[in-house]
């Protein structure tokens, strides 16, 4: 018999789909979902399965799947899949945008609290043992540019409020409301108008060929020397070597990495050493929510997809 909705095996971030799976039946009582244990397994049960998600699915595995109708990426970004493939089988490609948002804008808070008061010198110096007096600075007042205002962009500015500080909006439509204070278009002069009013410049936005390399040599020497550099999004949307030379020059303050380019990031690239950079390997969105709320928009999708009804979170493929 065939399955109502097939869950491919291979997790993310080192945790099995077993969790995922079990929150999509948690969900769709009514539906036979099942999870892939093995390569086997999976070809097996592709055959017959009108909806399929998980991280990937290469052209091998698309070649068995002669019912599909429906692929739940459990990714934001589509890129590594055969979507060319995908669009002339009629399968229609949803992703996992939005629910990574609450995570990696906590974080970019995080990091922006962590400059403001200094923690980094802070936990330097206990790990020296060290009591000696520093002084910090205060978020409030501030002006914190935002490039990009889809879910992640809207969460930090949600997030900023209270704080007492005037936020900017870079977006490609800049006429639509946004929750900032100001919003701007992706001009440069616009863009480099809103980095050198900036305290601290959070990169939310997916990368196109308008934002590959948005932040560079001109960005980094049009923004202030107190200024933040916080990037949740994707590493080539900064230039590195850019990067690397305005923090060594102390042309800015500091910066956040979640993502970096290349990634992973090696182990003997110069990042990893200076003391004004803080880096994490692209986990800031991985919290224990993450199948939860990919499993909620999985199964709006399935009764969606089954009514003909609107699905969520559509990208590509037989639109």
């Excluded at 991985?286 to 979170?313: F, K, M």
Aim: glycine share 10%.
């Amino acid at each position: 018999m065939a399955p109502d909705l097939l869950v491919l095996r291979e997790g993310t971030e080192g945790i099995s789909t077993e969790p995922y799976a079990e929150a999509l039946r948690e969900r769709l009582r009514e539906y036979d979902v099942r999870r892939a244990r093995t390569p086997g397994e999976e070809r097996e049960l592709i055959a017959s399965a009108p909806v399929a998600t998980g991280v990937r699915i290469d052209e091998e595995l698309l070649e068995e799947a002669e019912a599909l109708e429906l692929f739940c990426c459990a990714f934001s970004g589509v890129g590594h899949l055969p979507i060319e493939a995908l669009e002339a089988r009629g399968v229609t490609v949803t992703n996992a945008g939005g629910i990574h948002a609450p995570g990696l804008a906590e974080q970019a808070i995080g990091w922006m609290l962590a400059f403001a008061r200094d923690l980094h010198e802070g936990y330097r110096r206990q790990r020296r043992r060290e009591w000696r007096h520093f002084q910090s600075r205060e978020l409030g007042d501030s002006t914190v540019t935002i490039v990009g205002m889809g879910s992640i962009g809207h969460a930090v500015t949600e997030r900023l409020q209270g704080f007492g500080v005037e936020t900017i909006a870079v977006r490609h439509s800049p006429e639509k409301e946004t929750p900032t204070d100001e919003v701007v278009g992706y001009e440069p002069e616009a863009v480099h108008g809103a980095l050198a009013r900036s305290d601290y410049v959070v990169i939310a936005c997916p990368l196109t060929e308008t934002t590959r390399g948005l932040i560079d040599a001109e960005a980094f020497a049009t923004m202030e020397p107190h200024s933040v550099l916080v990037n949740m999004a994707r590493g080539p949307i900064v230039d590195t070597d850019a990067l690397v030379t305005a923090l060594q020059k102390n042309a800015i303050r500091g910066a956040a990495l979640d993502v970096t380019d290349p990634e992973p990031l090696p182990e003997d690239h110069p990042l990893w050493t200076l003391g004004n950079v803080l880096i994490t390997p692209h986990t800031g969105g991985h919290t224990p929510q993450h199948w939860p709320r990919l499993a909620d928009i999985v199964a709006h999708n399935v009764r969606a997809h089954e009514e003909g009804s609107e699905l969520r979170n559509v990208v590509g493929g037989g639109l």
